[in-house]
């Protein structure tokens, strides 16, 4: 029995309704759309800053900014920073509802690792110094750092009182991370060298990766994670 035209109407036009409004919502998701979202957002009063302790005795750390918009949502920016070599590793950044951030970013955050507040001002220093430290040594930031640091809106970093130091006993110090592969070690050991000389760095990687650098050279080599 063949459908009422006036109900497969119907039908098609909730159809495309539904799929109107899954092209909506996969275009909000769409990388340059969030970013235009977080550019969007640095206008709005600031929710938190903080840090994670591990930056001040092992040098990488989750840095959270966020801010609180006027809908209720919060945009937020995530950096891994590594502060002796590497700069800014990762990049999460997103605007989700207040409830969704407390339970899985903020809270996951506090409830995962011991964390340090900041005060705006210096989240922003120690982000870009991180950054230029590493530049100067031949490493470009994350590369959705570019979009994600509009979240920085007017902050002053030259108002922070806090002093960074990046390097370790005053030395890049290069310590392999879980993706980091032979090739990427390489890599940056290559980089390293020719920046710094052989002697003017350390770094630290397991034992298999360990022939990422030819026999002879000789760099101060800790065979611990």
Same mark, same amino acid.
């Given at each position: ?5 006036? @109900? ?9 309704? @539904? /799929?109107?409004? @899954? ?15 977080? *550019? !969007? ?30 809908? !209720? ?7 891994? $920073? ?9 990049? $999460? ?19 995962? *690792?011991?964390?340090? *507040? ?13 950054? /230029? ?31 960074? $130091?990046?390097?370790?006993? !005053? ?28 002697? !003017? ?6 034992? /298999? ?17």
């Amino acid at each position: 029995m063949a459908m009422d035209p006036r @109900k497969r109407q119907k039908k098609l036009q909730r159809r495309k309704a @539904k /799929e109107k409004a @899954k092209r909506k919502a996969l275009a909000q998701r769409a990388p340059r759309s969030l970013a235009t979202r977080i *550019q !969007g957002a640095a206008a709005a009063p600031i929710l938190h800053c903080c840090a994670t302790e591990a930056l001040w005795d092992q040098g990488l750390s989750h840095v959270l900014i966020s801010r609180e918009l006027r809908s !209720g949502d919060v945009a937020f920016v995530v950096f891994l $920073v590594d502060a002796y070599c590497l700069g800014v590793k990762d990049v $999460v950044f997103d605007v989700a509802p207040r409830s969704r951030y407390d339970w899985k970013v903020y809270g996951k955050l506090l409830e995962t *690792q011991e964390v340090v *507040q900041l005060e705006p001002e210096e989240t922003r220093k120690l982000i870009e110094g991180a950054v /230029e430290y590493a530049r100067d040594l031949g490493f470009a930031p994350h590369h959705d750092y570019r979009k994600a640091k509009s979240i920085f809106g007017d902050i002053d970093a030259d108002a922070a009182e806090e002093e960074f $130091v990046f390097g370790k006993d !005053g030395k890049p110090f290069f310590f392999a991370g879980p993706y980091d592969d032979r090739a990427r070690c390489k890599e940056i050991l290559s980089i390293l060298t020719n920046r710094c000389g052989p002697d !003017g760095f350390y770094y630290t990687m397991p034992a /298999e990766l360990a022939g990422a650098l030819p026999p002879e050279d000789e760099l101060f080599v800790i065979d611990e994670m």
